[in-house]
């Protein structure tokens, strides 16, 4: 929990950084440079993992918390995000239902026909029925990831409670309903 709480607060320490420093320079007002740092956000985001992944997709409907920059570039976060190795995807499903693949699949794409936050998506053709399905896998090791750092963001929120005056909502409440709506979107069957 303490490296995770290092890496996320020296990436988004470090982006917050940049924005200061360009407000200090009077910088923030150009719309190049919101642009680039919305390019910016947009890669920190991503490689902090799914949970921020998600928060960038909550910030990209938002325009009232940010600037039209940052909405079409946070709004790239719903559709064009890294896949994670078909190998390791295949071997969750076959872990999963406890058969291999070509049991239960007379194909499957090679590769995932789309990718998002919480897995990936695959087609393949049932075995018994020839029908047409969608298979999707979720990130190996997400519901961990995702409840370390609702861990950490819970305890952020319990800080911003108690000393920032100017949020007046509940944030520890706010984190917990959107943890609770990322947790029932990793329940595939529901």
Do not use: H, W
Request: aromatic fraction near 8%.
């Amino acid at each position: 929990v303490a490296m995770r709480a290092a890496e996320v607060l020296s990436k988004l320490g470090a982006f917050g950084l940049k924005l200061l420093l360009d407000q200090q320079r009077g910088e923030s007002s150009s719309s190049a440079k919101r642009r680039a740092r919305a390019v910016e956000l947009r890669t920190v985001l991503t490689r902090l993992g799914p949970t921020f992944v998600k928060i960038g997709q909550g910030l990209s409907t938002r325009p009232d918390l940010c600037p039209t920059e940052y909405l079409e570039e946070l709004s790239e976060l719903q559709d064009s995000l890294p896949t994670f190795p078909d190998e390791e995807a295949f071997a969750c499903v076959e872990r999963e239902l406890g058969f291999p693949l070509d049991s239960m699949y007379s194909a499957m794409s090679p590769s995932p026909i789309a990718a998002a936050s919480l897995g990936q998506v695959y087609k393949a053709r049932l075995k018994y029925s020839e029908q047409l399905v969608a298979v999707k896998v979720q990130r190996p090791g997400i519901e961990d990831a995702i409840g370390r750092d609702f861990y950490l963001l819970r305890g952020l929120g319990f800080l911003i409670n108690k000393y920032v005056d100017i949020i007046t909502t509940d944030a520890v409440a706010l984190i917990d309903e959107f943890a609770r709506r990322v947790f029932q979107e990793l329940n595939y069957v529901q």
